[in-house]
Nanobody, 118 residues
Framework: QVQLVESGGGLVQPGGSLRLSCVVS????????LKWYRQAPGKEREWVSS???????FYADSVKGRFTTSRDDAERTVTLQMNSLRLEDTAVYYC????????????WGQGTQVTVSS
């Protein structure tokens, strides 16, 4: 059974930091790109970051230079370190695992709430 379980969300002041984690089970991570998405109230879900099996990383322009993603396949974990948080980073953050050979194998976590507020 495939499961992606996020943790680490919460309430933080502008300029603060949070670290999100996602534990992935039931998949051979050698064949999966691990991504983070977010969805703010009233908006569509948007892509935030990707880390490939090669460990290459990619970021949305809105978070570049502030967020860092990494993966530890031995621990079956992908993380998102979020620094210099802004009000507009408030959203539910979702972990995603997508097979880079067959993208029909596309799995999601349940999401974790991040609220940036003073």
């Amino acid at each position: 059974q495939v499961q992606l379980v996020e943790s680490g969300g919460g309430l933080v002041q502008p300029g603060g930091s949070l670290r999100l984690s996602c534990v992935v089970s039931g998949l051979n991570l050698d064949y999966f790109t691990l991504k983070w998405y977010r969805q703010a109230p009233g908006k569509e879900r948007e892509w935030v970051s990707s880390v490939h099996e090669s460990r290459r990383t990619f970021y949305a322009d809105s978070v570049k230079g502030r967020f860092t993603t990494s993966r530890d396949d031995a621990e079956r974990t992908v993380t998102l370190q979020m620094n210099s948080l802004r009000l507009e980073d408030t959203a539910v953050y979702y972990c995603n695992a997508i097979n880079f050979i067959n993208d029909s194998y596309d799995f999601w976590g349940q999401g974790t709430q991040v609220t940036v507020s003073s």
